[in-house]
Each structure stands twice: as structure tokens, then as C-alpha cells.
Nanobody, 113 residues
């Protein structure tokens, strides 16, 4: 499975942004997908995920502002972010969970000024 994120950019505090993650390859084997973020020097943080039934889960601290969704027909995962804060500045990664393990994209940078 290959994952390619896009949509990261520089945005002002209070603004919104939508990230996308396109999956290719053995997408039929994907059980769930999710978003993570990481600031240099810190551990990667889970944001939210969606399973094959469309059930979503979120980190408590982010669920009020972040929404995970998916479009199966486009093999695309989305992360809608609103009311962005400077603390949201990070590299954002999508991940796909399969029986054989977890696959990661290369990340997309979000900077909130």
C-alpha cells in the first residue's frame, strides 16, 4: 500500500485546512486508516481514525476541531481541521492498517502562524 498526503500549507491562526491522503496498491486489504502528527523532538501523536465500517475515533483533545472522513470510491482519506492554533503546527501523516502491519505516508507540513 502506498499513501500520499497533500494539502498542508501555511495558515493563519483561526483558519481551516483540509488534508488529503490517497491510497494505492492493495487498498482492499486496508482495515482502517488514520491521521497522526509529529513535531520534531516529540512523539508522534494520534489524531483520529476511521475503520472499514466508517466508524471514527478521535483523540479527546482534538475531536472538537478535527474531523476524519473517507471516500472509498476515491481511495482517499481526509482530515478537516478548523480553528487552527500555532500548537497545531506539525508534520501530518496518514497511516493505513492492514493485517501485515501499518503503512505510512511521507507526511505533509502544516504551519499555523
Amino acid at each position: 500500500v502506498q499513501l500520499v498526503e497533500s494539502g498542508g500549507s501555511l495558515v493563519q491562526a483561526g483558519g481551516s485546512l483540509r488534508l488529503s491522503c490517497v491510497a494505492s496498491g492493495a487498498t482492499q486489504d486496508i482495515g482502517c486508516m488514520g491521521w497522526f502528527r509529529q513535531v520534531p523532538g516529540l512523539e508522534r501523536e494520534g489524531i483520529g481514525s476511521i475503520d472499514s465500517d466508517g466508524i471514527t475515533t478521535y483523540a479527546d483533545s482534538l475531536k472538537a476541531r478535527f474531523t476524519v472522513s473517507g471516500d472509498n470510491a476515491k481511495n482517499t482519506l481526509y482530515l478537516q481541521m478548523s480553528s487552527l492554533k500555532p500548537d497545531d503546527t506539525a508534520m501530518y501523516y496518514c497511516a493505513a492498517g492492514l493485517l501485515g502491519g501499518r503503512y505510512w505516508g511521507q507526511g505533509t507540513q502544516v504551519t499555523v502562524s
